[in-house]
């Protein structure tokens, strides 16, 4: 279950990029401190999907020079 896919990355505009970066960090933040508090996530891997996903994303940018 991928996130996002670098093909759909690609056609996002740069400010689009920055807010799904930015969307994917707040979630990633949300089920770590859910993990953290002593509670349990329905789905362990959606921690690796945001993780793979701000990635993606980042090399992305970074390959297209927006950053």
Same mark, same amino acid.
């Given at each position: 279950m991928a996130v996002?896919?670098?093909n759909?990355?690609? &056609?996002?505009?740069r400010?689009?990029?920055l807010r799904r970066l930015d969307e994917y960090r707040k979630?990633?933040?949300n089920?770590?401190?859910?993990?953290?508090? $002593? $509670?349990?996530?329905?789905?362990?891997?959606?921690i690796r999907e945001? &993780? &793979?996903a701000i990635a993606r994303i980042l090399?992305?940018?970074?390959e297209e020079g927006e950053l």
């Open positions: 996002i896919r670098p759909e990355i690609r &056609k996002l505009s400010e689009q990029k979630k990633l933040f089920v770590r401190s859910e993990l953290a508090a $002593g $509670g349990s996530i329905q789905d362990p891997s959606q945001y &993780k &793979k090399t992305i940018m970074t």
